[in-house]
Each structure stands twice: as structure tokens, then as C-alpha cells.
């Protein structure tokens, strides 16, 4: 490490990946790191690390913003942050090329070192998503379906229990873990919070799940089916519904099916897996049928001897069964671990190791108190999954921040001591949500009686 500038190490992404590698960076590296030998550079849209563990709570009042929100500068204060777009990576060169947000200036940036960590976005391959639908993995996205839902219930309740009860029909498109999550802890939601309301009290919301298979919970069939019966009764009884098709489009009036039907609904939420980000420079790296960059036993990307990569975006082998690691939480944060260990070892001369984890398992919430969960192939239901769930979720989270963690334990306290949810509409008032149909953020017709109500995109896209 005697050289005249610095080890430059760009990581790519504010998620799971990169806070890891850097945590493991900074504990190896901290010497050089703070005496200016190292240098840390994070690339990232986002001003925040989103923790996505609390995806469902977040969305239904459960728990505040600011728990599953962690300023960057806050969970990585030795490195860099820029704010910004990945535009280009030269290979060769090895620079990155980054679009500013504040204002628009492209800036290449050098680098000894690149890790490659930028994750995925929703899957929006149905017809007119973007337009009509929501997401909930982006953060736009995210805050975009958390808003409408609030809205949607406040005005159902100005509304005659007829109107109300066409604006209170929600669908979720995937049957996987995320998509179970989604609409089962929505229908607790919708039950729970239109309690507030005495003209929604009479009214009996509908629920959708669309699945494009004729079984939910792919990721757990032939192996756990004691949870996928678990999850199938406790859908059933929140009311969920279960319609097997192919999302095609969604358009105003609801989801359309491949073979035609029209699922009157005035909210359709996708949970369809995900997408790759495609970044200019790195057409001619390997990639696997999910469009993932193909890495190595020891996390470099193949055919590169200073990239690294792990994630959603990347796909690292099994280190036990041989096959693609699964997209999920857990695994980019033990590759990012891993590969912030290889590059500090590479650094201080040393020869870095394969990747290896066994493991842990799956977990999905299904409501308060009730969960599924497979750890180390052992099936667990109801309670003790539902707070083996919460006591791991809680773990990581701390170990990415204290303070968000401190914010979400200060967020089930209110639950479980009052009973009540983060209020609804952000403190606006159910008459705030029919102006807000009037300035024309939600669709006018979605006020018709005689029509079935339409979806309410706060945005323009």
C-alpha cells in the first residue's frame, strides 16, 4: 500500500450490498481508511438506505418512515457520497461515469476497486403499469402506493356504502413471499383502519391475489407445504380471493388477464419480481437468464480482476447446492460482507477466499402474529414465526443502524401499547382526500356510482 494517491473504492448502490462491504471495509481497513491510503466512494440516487425487511409495515401504518429510512451518511460516515445516476462503466479505463441529480453534470470517477451493487427495480412488464398501477420496491414507487392507499380509504368513506365498497377492491399480481406479504397484511390493514370510519363499517372490502400458476409460495412447493396450506387459510381468512391468470395489462378500471377478464379493482399492486439496471459498458459481461451479472467463486465479476459484485444484480453460485443464489435480503447482505473482506484482503496482498454461506432461511409476515418461515429447512407457522421474523429483522437492521432500529421498536411499543396505527392520510382529513380527487389525482370516475372506481395515481408518469 506504499503508492502516491489513494486505493479508490467505488462502491455502486446504497442497499444491502454496499453498506455491508463498506462495514467490513472500514473494520479492516480502518487505519488506512481514516489516515487517507483508502479511499470510499458511494454512488447512490437515494439519500437513504431502505430497509425493505419492513416493506408491509411501513405501507400499513405499522411503523414510521424514519424506521426503515437510514441516512447514508449516517450508516457509511467515512465514505464519500455522491448523489447520483450510474451512467457508464469503462472497463478498461476503469472509470465510472456519474450523472449528478442536483444538477444534471456528468463527473467520471477512477477506480482501483468497483463493487457492484445496484440492485433491481420492480418488474413492470404488464401493459400500462407505470400508468395505472403501483409498485413497491422502488422508492417513488413505494411512497406513490402508500399514499394512494390512505387516500382511497378516506374516500371511500365520503362516499355511499355502494361507491365505497367498489373503491375499497385492492389486487396484488405475484403469489410469491413478497406478493402473500403484500395482500395479506393489507387486508389487516383495510379491516383494521376502516373501523375509524363509521360509514365503512357495513362495508366488505375485496381482495385479490393474482397468480400466475396454480399454486402460491413457488419458492417453497415441494418442500414446505405445511406453510403454503398455513398461508393459503389465513389468506382465506382475510377474504383474499385467488385469481389464476397472467397479468396482461392494467388500465383504468382495474387488471386485465391474459385471456381477456377484467379484475374490477381500484388499486392493482405488482409484485412480480424483479428487474435488472442496465448500465452502459457492461453489455459484453456474462450474465444468467435473470439478466444478472455472473460472478465468480470469490465474488469478482467473471473475467475481472477489480469488479466485484453481489445482490439483485449480480448472481453468485451456491456455495452448497451449486446453483444461483437466490435474490433476497439475506444473501446480499453475506455477499456484501464477503466481498468488502476479499477486497481489503486483495489490498493488504492477501489472496482472497470463496464465498460461503450455507444459508438461513425464508420468512413472510401474514398480518400481526402471524407469519411462515423456514429456517435451516425446519417450517415454522403463526407466532413463533412471526416473531422469530420480527427478532431478525430487528437484528439487521441494527447492525445497518441503531437509530432506525430504535425507531421501529419505539413503532410496535405504540402498537402493542395504544393499539393504533401510524395515523391515516398522514394527519389530512378524509375531506383533504376528495380535493385531492379533485385536483385531479385520482380519477374522476372513480366517484361514479354506476362505474367501477378507477385506480388513484398520485403521480403523472
Excluded at 454496499?18 to 472500514?26: D, G, I, P, R
Excluded at 429456517?375 to 437484528?395: D, E, N, Q, S
Excluded at 402498537?415 to 393504533?420: A, E, M, N, V
Amino acid at each position: 500500500m506504499q503508492q502516491k494517491h489513494p486505493i479508490h473504492i467505488v462502491l455502486l448502490g446504497g442497499g444491502y450490498v454496499s453498506v455491508f462491504a463498506y462495514k467490513q471495509l472500514v473494520r479492516r481497513l480502518r487505519k488506512e481508511v481514516r489516515g487517507g491510503a483508502v479511499k470510499l466512494t458511494v454512488v447512490c440516487p437515494l439519500e437513504h438506505h431502505i430497509y425493505h425487511g419492513w416493506t408491509s409495515e411501513v405501507l400499513t401504518g405499522i411503523l414510521p418512515v424514519s424506521a426503515q429510512e437510514s441516512a447514508l451518511r449516517e450508516v457509511m460516515p467515512l465514505a464519500e457520497i455522491w448523489r447520483g445516476v450510474v451512467e457508464a462503466i469503462d472497463l478498461v479505463q476503469q472509470r465510472v461515469s456519474v450523472r449528478l441529480l442536483h444538477n444534471g453534470s456528468v463527473h467520471a470517477i477512477a477506480y482501483d476497486h468497483l463493487v457492484i451493487g445496484t440492485g433491481s427495480v420492480d418488474n413492470d412488464t404488464p401493459k400500462e403499469a407505470r400508468t395505472f398501477g403501483y409498485q413497491v420496491k422502488c422508492r417513488a414507487s413505494f411512497q406513490h402506493t402508500r399514499r394512494a392507499l390512505h387516500h382511497q380509504i378516506a374516500l371511500a368513506a365520503t362516499h355511499s356504502p355502494q361507491t365505497a365498497q367498489r373503491l375499497l377492491r385492492f389486487a396484488v399480481a405475484g403469489s410469491g413471499l413478497t406478493g402473500v406479504e403484500l395482500v395479506a397484511n393489507l387486508a389487516e390493514y383495510v379491516y383494521e383502519v376502516k373501523k375509524q370510519f363509521p360509514a365503512l363499517r357495513e362495508v366488505q372490502p375485496t381482495f385479490y391475489l393474482i397468480s400466475s400458476s396454480e399454486r402460491i409460495l413457488p419458492e417453497l412447493q415441494g418442500k414446505f407445504e405445511s406453510l403454503i396450506r398455513y398461508t393459503e387459510r389465513t389468506l382465506g381468512q382475510y377474504g383474499v380471493r385467488m385469481v389464476y391468470g397472467r397479468l396482461k395489462e392494467i388500465v383504468p378500471e382495474g387488471g386485465v388477464l391474459s385471456d381477456g377478464t377484467l379484475l374490477e379493482s381500484s388499486v392493482v399492486i405488482t409484485a412480480l419480481g424483479q428487474r435488472r439496471i442496465p448500465i452502459a459498458g457492461t453489455e459484453d459481461l456474462q450474465r444468467d437468464k435473470y439478466g444478472r451479472i455472473v460472478l465468480d467463486r470469490k465474488l469478482r465479476v467473471k473475467g475481472q480482476l477489480s469488479v466485484w459484485g453481489g445482490g439483485d444484480a449480480c448472481s453468485a453460485t451456491h456455495p452448497v447446492y451449486g446453483t444461483p443464489c437466490i435474490s433476497n435480503a439475506l444473501w446480499a447482505i453475506k455477499q456484501g460482507e464477503h466481498l468488502g473482506r476479499n477486497v481489503a484482503r486483495v489490498i493488504q496482498g492477501k489472496r482472497a477466499w470463496a464465498f460461503w454461506y450455507p444459508g438461513l432461511g425464508q420468512a413472510a409476515s401474514l398480518g400481526i402474529g402471524k407469519g411462515i418461515v423456514e429456517i435451516y429447512k425446519i417450517p415454522l407457522t403463526g407466532v413463533t414465526a412471526w416473531l422469530m421474523r420480527w427478532f431478525f429483522f430487528h437484528y439487521f437492521l441494527w447492525k445497518i443502524s441503531p437509530r432506525s432500529a430504535k425507531e421501529s421498536l419505539k413503532g410496535w411499543y405504540r402498537l402493542f401499547s395504544s393499539g393504533k396505527r401510524m395515523p391515516i392520510l398522514d394527519n389530512t382529513s378524509a375531506v383533504e382526500a376528495q380535493d385531492y380527487c379533485e385536483e385531479g389525482k385520482i380519477q374522476p370516475h372513480a366517484l361514479e356510482a354506476e362505474r367501477s372506481p378507477a385506480p388513484a395515481p398520485l403521480l403523472t408518469r
